[in-house]
């Protein structure tokens, strides 16, 4: 039997949020202390094997100080619980980058299986004396999109043989309630096609034979549905921002002759949650706060995600917090990311929305017990709304009197009778050298029809003749 501890895309050192210092740091906590939830189960379950899946880091700026003792600290403590390590190189953090910040440096004075480029294959012993086999690759440089998994040797003897890639499986998207609305039925979840690194098929896994293929890249964790080898999605260890909801973690494999049992390790406390409320304009703003309560608490008792990894039987899934016996997570304050997506018409929570955001914020942070809430409005001020009414009203009943021939007579009148006051008073608008001042013609044609309208729309916007007025 080998254990294996299997993550990936952590993406230590991101740029998200970095306009926002505290949401920053609270990630950044929430990462290093599921990166330490992971390490310490290793240790204690004195696992084989550990996979670092690739995009452990972030690769567009250097990598900080603090994540770099945080990974020695990691290395060396895997290392001195003698648990194997193997690391592969994503397109986010390839060789090259590695290389440039002396990492691989690092990596191998820890003594950590490298995979860095072209396929390679370890043997290696696990703690009872089995022997098995890894065979690997990974990214030289960003945006490697060969087919590479061709070139892995199909398993050829009776070694027990583990596949690690991070890449794109095609064909692997997320089937039933899984897969996104509009995705690519043919792309991986939340992957676009300029995310196709690292490209291969099912197919290609397949014809290898592998018992376990341990995979990096896409940021929701996963079995694909495959005939023959398991293969895995490690996922982000933590949800990235808001696109990332649901679970993550990393899985624990079990890997014996004929069968493997995986079972997913739910490490990360952060919770991403979108909630969209539309608001009435009656609605009070204690009303409001309590209808986001409701809100946000239907969405947790159903989150988006689990149901992918409910369809495992073969492995139970460690949803509830409170019963993670394993895992040594000692903070448990509240890691709610909440993203509020308010629509409608309110003029209270508006005002509320742009003169105070910092106050209705901590109203509902406190409320749902959110360590962030953020607020997207899509409101329109009633004003506006009111304008657009009686702007519309105005606009019909007028179509609809332009065919009355009773109002286009009386229109003809009022505006007859205004031009007639007009010529009276003409030699008025002439200066002193005899040249006419004002209004050109056109412009006092304009002018007349809009006085006369001006004097006749009250008298026909009487209630009795309102459109067509006798209608019952
Ligand atoms: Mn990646």
Redesign the pocket.
Same mark, same amino acid.
């Given at each position: 039997m080998v254990q294996i501890l299997h993550l &990936? +895309?952590c993406h230590f050192d991101d740029a998200y949020y970095l306009n926002r210092p505290e949401r920053k740091r609270l990630l950044d906590e929430c990462r290093e202390e599921a990166l330490r939830a992971a390490v310490e189960t290793a240790v204690d379950r004195q696992v084989d094997l550990f996979v670092w899946a &690739?995009?452990l880091l972030d690769g567009e700026r250097r990598i900080s100080l603090k994540t770099r003792s945080m990974l020695e600290q990691a290395l060396s403590d895997l290392e001195g619980a003698k648990v194997e390590m193997a690391w592969m190189t &994503?397109?986010?953090d390839p060789k090259s980058y590695l290389e440039a910040q002396s990492l691989d440096q690092l990596l191998e004075a820890h003594g950590v299986h490298l995979f860095d480029g072209k396929v390679r294959e370890v043997m290696l012993k696990a703690r009872n004396g089995m022997p098995y086999k890894l065979v690997g690759s990974g990214h030289e440089e960003r945006g490697l999109v060969e087919n590479r998994v061709r070139t892995y040797p199909v398993k050829a003897d009776g070694v027990l043989t583990i596949g690690l890639l991070?890449?794109s499986v095609q064909g692997s998207a997320l089937t039933g309630g899984g897969a996104g609305k509009g995705e690519d039925a043919e792309l991986p979840p939340g992957l676009e096609p300029g +995310?196709l690194?690292f490209p291969c098929t099912k197919a290609d896994l397949t014809r290898l034979g592998y018992d376990l293929i341990c995979l990096?890249?896409?940021?929701v964790p996963y079995k694909i549905e495959m005939s023959g080898a398991a293969a895995f999605y490690a996922g982000s260890l933590t949800g990235l921002s808001h696109k990332e909801a649901g679970v993550h973690g990393a899985w624990l494999h079990t890997l014996g002759y004929g069968a493997v049992k995986s079972r997913f390790l739910e490490l990360s406390t952060l919770e991403w949650k979108t909630v969209q409320i539309a608001v009435t304009p009656e609605l009070s703003l204690t009303q409001f706060v309590e209808l986001v309560q409701t809100k946000t608490e239907t969405q947790i008792a159903n989150p988006g995600l689990t149901p992918y990894l409910e369809r495992f039987d073969n492995g139970s899934l460690v949803r509830s917090r409170s019963g993670a016996d394993e895992l040594s997570i000692s903070n448990q304050r509240s890691r709610l990311m909440l993203r509020l997506s308010i629509s409608g018409v309110n003029d209270t929570i508006l005002t509320a929305i742009r003169h105070d955001p910092e106050t209705l914020r901590d109203r509902i942070g406190n409320a749902v017990n959110a360590a962030e809430v953020e607020i997207r409005s899509d409101m329109v001020p009633e004003r506006v709304l009111e304008l657009q009414r009686t702007g519309d009203t105005f606009a019909a009943h007028l179509n609809t009197c332009l065919e009355d021939p009773e109002f286009m007579a009386n229109l003809w009148a009022a505006y007859a009778q205004r031009a007639l006051t007009f010529e009276a008073e003409r030699p008025g608008l002439e200066d002193d050298n005899g040249f006419r001042t004002g209004l050109s013609d056109e412009d006092s044609e304009a002018q007349l029809l809009k006085e006369a309208l001006h004097d006749l729309w009250p008298r026909w916007m009487q209630p009795s003749r309102r459109m067509g007025g006798d209608q019952a």
């Open positions: &990936g +895309d &690739g995009d &994503g397109n986010h991070h890449g +995310d690194y990096g890249h896409v940021h």
